[in-house]
């Protein structure tokens, strides 16, 4: 067509019309009331077009311009002006075709759509993102070589109610898309916003706008953002980042972030998480600090986080690891003034919580979150009626290692087991204050499977004792052990303080309450006590050790060379609750002893001397105390040798009792001065039914034989014993 000779002159169409009818869409396009002015002197001479029309329905100013129709249909360089003004659009171009065989132009570019909507319905067009799109502008200087479109300069924009985009600079559209340039964005609802696209993310609802601003540049594949100023608010979060970010197939960030919000149990609660423990004690949060990597392993460094409330303080300085691997590296404080209200707070169920006062604890942390290494640790619960310290470390993983100082103290016993529903025996008076002060502190280490308590300093009122424990719990049952050394164990205050429960002058009967032995089945262990003496309150032992242990339901005490009053006892006593009726059993054994000092302090008697030796087996078996005495039985004997019996000479006695009968008058034989001297005085008894029967009881003396017997029924508290003493060298009585 370039050869063709074509001159038009000036041509004019007036109110012209033009009608397209789409025989598949059944849809109809109308050009009406076209008034159109057209210039072409020839085909090298320029070409104008210059009028205006109405495309269905809307009105349309057009103009166009080119150098030479010739130029262009041979493929070379040709300029030319268009522009096109309306209500719905304007645009204009200045700028020429290139040279090439296909259709090809580089151009200064300027359009502005004033109403995206009312566009699109003019020309039948369905958008589902109208309402992202109200207003839109494109301007800059644009190629297109046949395949790719090119923007130079470009300003671009799209506005709506619900969003702002703005984007200055170059980009290509084509088969190898890339962009380079300022990108501002303006989320002004963030809900309506997902509402509008179809997209479900309830917790997007926590924010309400987003501010974005970077240097951006992308080559379709792996897009980098520079200076990125990133700003997110909602009515209980602020969110803001700046940095860098890129992203191919993951966003990959580097900069400063920070996050606030003014109440985490508000925020966490809108989040649909409110119900997990803890939350109510949360107050403000604030976290900030750098952060790079990917999202799904950020790395957070100068990491500053923090929670303040009226219940609990804490806070964290350091780097954090997130992602499949978590690691940490920092330190930690918390602090609450109340564990009691804390706990309360969080719903948290927390054994003796009134006995609470402040907690206060710091570390430091590293390692993985599977394995994890706490160093430094000072933990302290202070203030209240039960208080802990422990200084040390700690590390978790497959299991928990702790290695440290603990110290408990709790100012009163007595009090703190009020605090649990349980009421001590009261202080005798003049006895000593009971159940007062308690502490112990040691070295503590091991795993929640084996722990040590090693350089255990105990005390509690004025009994003090050094120590070492430990417990394994990785068998069916703890197992439990222990050795403790006293500076002496004085039991009368608390022995005085269970008799002045006793009403006076009466013998309370054995009880007939279930015995709870419970606790011997809860675990196993080995004890081992050593002391000085023990000090009860008629009764005193020299150097003690005690040995007990517990397996499987038994209790088995040994206390072997026990020093009792000059002599030695051996005494072991068994508690088996391994079945549904309990046994017990007691063997002892005492040689040697002081008669008068041993018999005055069990049992007040002073009147005999001598050297005394006893030997006892007592079994036994019941649910109660009742049934256990009267379910008793054994044997044993007792011996005195070479002593006294003071206050009465049974010889002077028994001789003169005819004088007395016929004068109507004590005997003599009785009183202070009076002694009976024997060479043994001693006895076999056997208990049955909880009935013990003496059956061989004698005093022998130079010239004196005194006899007995008779039983003590233990189970009903009932005494019938009877002594016939005689002359050897004449008749009894």
């Given amino acids: 067509y370039a050869d063709m000779q074509i001159s038009l002159g000036t041509f004019t169409l007036q109110n012209g019309e033009v009608i397209y009818e789409n025989a598949q869409t059944g849809t109809t396009t109308s050009l009406t009331s076209v008034d159109m002015k057209m210039t072409m002197p020839g085909m090298d001479k320029p070409f104008s077009a210059d009028g205006d029309l109405i495309y269905n329905g809307t009105p349309f100013d057009a103009q166009i311009?080119?150098?030479?129709?010739?130029?262009?249909?041979?493929?070379?360089?040709?300029?030319?002006?268009?522009?096109?003004?309306?209500?719905?659009?304007?645009?204009?171009?200045?700028?020429?075709?290139?040279?090439?065989?296909?259709?090809?132009?580089?151009?200064?570019?300027?359009?502005?759509?004033?109403?995206?909507?009312?566009?699109?319905?003019?020309?039948?067009l369905e958008n589902p993102y109208v309402a992202l799109t109200e207003t839109a502008s494109l301007n800059g200087a644009l190629a297109f070589d046949g395949v790719t479109l090119t923007a130079k300069n470009a300003d671009a924009s799209l506005v709506s109610d619900l969003i702002s985009t703005d984007f200055k600079g170059d980009f290509a559209a084509g088969p190898n898309?890339?962009?380079?340039?300022?990108?501002?964005?303006?989320?002004?609802?963030?809900?309506?916003?997902?509402?509008?696209?179809?997209?479900?993310?309830?917790?997007?609802?926590?924010?309400?706008?987003?501010?974005?601003?970077?240097?951006?540049?992308?080559?379709?594949?792996?897009?980098?953002?520079?200076?990125?100023?990133?700003?997110?608010?909602?009515?209980?979060?602020?969110?803001?980042?700046?940095?860098?970010?890129?992203?191919?197939?993951?966003?990959?960030?580097?900069?400063?972030?920070?996050?606030?919000?003014?109440?985490a149990k508000a925020l966490l609660s809108r989040l649909g998480l409110g119900g997990f423990p803890g939350v109510g004690a949360l107050g403000n949060v604030s976290a900030k600090g750098s952060v790079s990597g990917p999202v799904t392993a950020l790395s957070l460094s100068g990491l500053d986080a923090k929670t303040d409330s009226d219940l609990l303080s804490a806070s964290y300085q350091g780097a954090l690891t997130l992602g499949e691997n978590m690691t940490m590296q920092g330190n930690f404080a918390a602090n609450a003034p109340s564990v009691k209200s804390l706990a309360a707070s969080a719903n948290l169920p927390l054994p003796y919580a009134d006995a609470m006062g402040r907690l206060d604890l710091k570390g430091a942390v590293s390692g993985a979150a599977n394995a994890l290494t706490l160093s430094g640790i000072e933990a302290a619960l202070t203030d209240g009626m039960l208080n802990v310290r422990f200084d040390g470390a700690a590390q978790t993983g497959k299991a928990l290692n702790y290695n440290g100082a603990v110290a408990v103290d709790i100012p009163s016993v007595r009090q703190l087991a009020s605090i649990g529903g349980i009421d001590l025996t009261p202080s005798a008076d003049g006895a000593g204050e009971i159940y007062g002060p308690f502490s112990v502190?040691?070295?503590?280490?091991?795993?929640?499977?084996?722990?040590?308590?090693?350089?255990?300093?105990?005390?509690?009122?004025?009994?003090?004792?050094?120590?070492?424990?430990?417990?394994?719990?990785?068998?069916?049952?703890?197992?439990?052990?222990?050795?403790?050394?006293?500076?002496?164990?004085?039991?009368?205050?608390?022995?005085?303080?269970?008799?002045?429960?006793?009403?006076?002058?009466?013998?309370?009967?054995?009880?007939?309450?279930?015995?709870?032995?419970?606790?011997?089945?809860?675990?196993?262990?080995?004890?081992?006590?050593?002391?000085?003496?023990?000090?009860?309150?008629?009764?005193?032992?020299?150097?003690?050790?005690?040995?007990?242990?517990?397996?499987?339901?038994?209790?088995?005490?040994?206390?072997?060379?026990?020093?009792?009053?000059?002599?030695?006892?051996?005494?072991d006593l068994t508690v088996n609750a391994k079945g549904a009726v309990p046994k017990i059993a007691m063997d002892f054994t005492l040689n040697n002893l002081d008669a008068n000092s041993f018999l005055g302090a069990a049992a007040g008697f002073t009147q005999l001397t001598g050297n005394t030796g006893t030997t006892m087996k007592i079994r036994g078996a019941g649910k109660s105390q009742a049934e256990i005495m009267r379910s008793l039985s054994g044997d044993g004997k007792f011996e005195l040798a070479q002593g006294t019996v003071k206050g009465v000479d049974i010889g002077q006695f028994v001789s003169g009792l005819d004088t007395a009968l016929t004068s109507r008058s004590l005997p003599a034989g009785i009183g202070p001065s009076y002694t009976t001297p024997f060479s043994q005085l001693g006895g076999l008894f056997t208990i049955k039914n909880g009935v013990v029967t003496m059956g061989d009881f004698a005093l022998k003396g130079n010239n004196v034989l005194a006899e007995g017997g008779g039983t003590l029924d233990l189970g009903n508290q009932k005494i019938d014993f009877s002594l016939r003493p005689r002359l050897t060298e004449g008749s009894g009585l």
Avoid at 77 to 105: C, E, H, M, V, W
Wanted: glycine share 10%; aromatic share 6%; charged share 20%.
């Fill in 65 to 124: 311009k080119l150098d030479t129709p010739k130029t262009f249909l041979l493929g070379q360089a040709a300029p030319f002006t268009a522009k096109l003004d309306s209500q719905l659009i304007s645009l204009s171009a200045d700028g020429r075709f290139t040279a090439s065989n296909a259709i090809t132009f580089e151009a200064d570019f300027s359009s502005d759509i004033p109403s995206v909507s009312k566009l699109d319905a003019a020309f039948g």
């Fill in 177 to 263: 898309p890339n962009a380079a340039g300022d990108l501002k964005l303006s989320i002004k609802d963030l809900t309506k916003l997902t509402n509008a696209l179809g997209v479900n993310l309830p917790q997007v609802g926590i924010l309400n706008t987003v501010d974005l601003s970077a240097a951006l540049s992308t080559d379709g594949a792996l897009t980098t953002a520079k200076n990125v100023d990133f700003n997110a608010k909602g009515d209980g979060l602020d969110i803001a980042y700046t940095g860098d970010a890129t992203f191919d197939q993951l966003l990959k960030l580097g900069g400063e972030f920070d996050v606030q919000t003014p109440s």
């Fill in 441 to 571: 502190s040691g070295d503590a280490s091991g795993t929640l499977q084996n722990a040590k308590f090693a350089n255990a300093n105990i005390k509690l009122d004025h009994l003090s004792g050094t120590g070492a424990f430990a417990t394994t719990m990785s068998g069916a049952k703890p197992n439990l052990s222990g050795t403790l050394d006293m500076s002496g164990l004085d039991l009368r205050p608390y022995m005085a303080a269970m008799d002045a429960q006793k009403p006076d002058g009466m013998i309370r009967p054995w009880s007939e309450k279930d015995l709870n032995l419970v606790m011997l089945n809860l675990f196993d262990g080995t004890f081992r006590l050593n002391t000085p003496n023990i000090l009860m309150s008629r009764m005193e032992m020299g150097q003690s050790t005690i040995d007990a242990s517990v397996k499987d339901g038994v209790l088995s005490t040994d206390i072997p060379n026990v020093s009792l009053y000059g002599g030695q006892g051996d005494l």
